[in-house]
């Protein structure tokens, strides 16, 4: 599926950062300072959901909260036992380890949950203009076989979208390198794969130096284009398709953005058939004339759209944004999701797990300059908030889920970063159950000590997972694709 694109120059506005973070259970580790951790079913933050209306761009309606916590939620806890204390050598319910610190990468995570290292194969690809290149979206086919799509720079200043299918075991089959804009800034950022092979791919294509127009296109097996079409929004500036989605009758759903006027970006959703041709489009605008994003989508068995982002506020907070639309576009419900601080909170990828229950990653914010990562499980017939947690480490940095999956067994994996310094940050993933429980988190640095992160991940057949994302080598600018194959149980 998709990731949430590295800054450039027509995403730097968005301070989604590269940092990293570690938190704790509701009733988990002690709070040392960078995050509220582990989880809870929604009693922290807003939640509301709103029925389709005539005015669907009005995401505000308060019909229904889902924050109030029930006695029967089987991740509350409810004791008067003190709250144990991660780092002080005693493993103390919930933990899973303690090793007496809050040291990252020494097999105990710095909130008390232990790390692990399932790694299958690993592939790092860097570009001939030794600059900073990304994979950005990744898809499992039916065979196990594992396509990425992200950006390579061969020359600078001229990005290329660039495609990589992989056969289970990690060998390259084939790569295609896609230049529309013959010169200017092309990058791609979320793939999927239908029941026969065909891969759908979203970006965008620079127009003039500072703008862009989406991009979506349709490649068969072998990575041959089949179709591709772009979109011009309304102020033709920076428009992006972050995200697309098979459904089950071939065609393709797309999501991003599109600029409408100075500073005032809105969501917009897409739909084409097998040929490439239009069936269904919409321009979504939130509360205010600022920044709305779609980020992620996934369709259900029935063919619903899940579409995932961003709203915001007049006071330039954000909420966390999720409608689902029914097979022919109609609004069937929309829910956003604020924080008790209010500040920037967002949802930057979304799945319908095997049961029909819809996740959401992505992060949400302590402070202005604290970031940790955010996980909804809502309910797909309504938008009900089932549960939540969080993630944040020890430091005051910024922590990200970028992608998120599901399993065979209807558990969450979440993929991105957590920080470790000003400057640097290691590739995270966490796994979640049913119930909100850890199963596991595993972790990576690259050998540069700079910013590294896992941008999107899928599962495949065996329930094992597939990621992507950027690695630094060196201890500069030069970030590389970075792909990866994870065993998913232990």
């Known amino acids: 599926m998709r990731s949430f694109p590295l800054a450039s120059a027509r995403t730097s506005t968005l301070a989604f950062g590269l940092a990293a973070a570690s938190g704790l259970l509701a009733v988990g580790c002690g709070d040392t300072g960078g995050g509220d951790g582990g989880g809870s079913t929604g009693g922290e933050g807003d939640s509301t959901a709103s029925a389709p209306t005539t005015a669907p761009a009005d995401t505000s309606s308060e019909a229904g909260s889902t924050d109030a916590p029930t006695t029967d939620d089987p991740t509350m806890v409810m004791t008067t036992t003190p709250v144990p204390e991660c780092g002080n050598g005693i493993v103390e319910d919930p933990e899973q380890c303690d090793d ?51 950006y390579i720079v061969d020359a600078v200043a001229d990005p290329d979208i660039w495609i990589r299918k992989y056969d289970p075991a990690g060998v390259e089959l084939w790569t295609t390198v896609i230049d529309p804009s013959e010169g200017l800034d092309d990058r791609g950022y979320g793939v999927d794969i239908d029941d026969v092979g065909n891969i759908a791919v979203a970006g965008d294509v620079g127009v003039e130096a500072s703008s862009s127009d989406t991009w979506v296109a349709v490649l068969d097996p072998a990575g041959v284009v089949v179709w591709s079409t772009v979109t011009d929004g309304p102020a033709s500036q920076n428009d992006i398709a972050e995200d697309v989605a098979f459904d089950s009758t071939g065609d393709v759903w797309a999501v991003g953005s599109v600029r409408t006027g100075a500073n005032d970006s809105d969501v917009w959703i897409a739909k084409y058939d097998g040929a490439g041709v239009e069936t269904f489009s919409d321009i979504v605008a939130g509360p205010s004339t600022l920044e709305d994003r779609a980020l992620g989508v996934d369709v259900d068995a029935d063919d619903n759209a899940f579409v995932t982002g961003f709203v915001s506020g007049e006071d330039f907070a954000r909420d966390v944004w999720l409608r689902k639309l029914g097979p022919d576009g109609a609004e069937a419900w929309t829910v956003t999701w604020d924080s008790d601080n209010h ?81 640097d940050s290691d590739i995270w993933v966490r796994k979640w159950d049913t119930i909100g429980n850890v199963v596991w988190t595993q972790s990576f640095a690259g050998p540069g000590g700079e910013r590294d992160q896992a941008t999107a991940i899928a599962v495949d057949p065996n329930d094992d997972l597939a990621l992507t994302g950027q690695i630094r080598t060196m201890g500069n600018n030069d970030g590389d694709i970075w792909v990866a194959k994870l065993g998913g149980a232990l």
Not at 119 to 138: K, N, Y
Not at 372 to 384: E, I, K, S
């Open 343 to 423: 500040g920037a909170d967002a949802g930057l990828d979304v799945v319908v797990a095997p049961d029909g229950s819809v996740g959401v990653a992505g992060f949400t914010a302590l402070t202005a300059v604290n970031e940790d990562v955010w996980l909804g499980r809502f309910v797909n017939a309504d938008g009900t908030l089932m549960w939540q947690k969080k993630f944040g480490g020890p430091n005051i940095l910024n922590d990200h889920g970028l992608g998120v999956t599901a399993d065979s067994e209807n558990a969450f994996i979440v993929a991105g970063f957590k920080g470790i310094t000003d400057v």
């Open 100 to 150: 007496g610190n809050l040291v990252a990468g020494d097999g105990c995570d710095v909130d008390c949950t232990e790390v692990v290292d399932t790694t299958l194969w690993t592939s790092i690809v860097g570009g001939a203009a030794a600059v900073e290149e990304s994979g950005q979206g990744v898809a499992v086919d039916g065979g196990g076989n594992v396509v990425v799509v992200g």
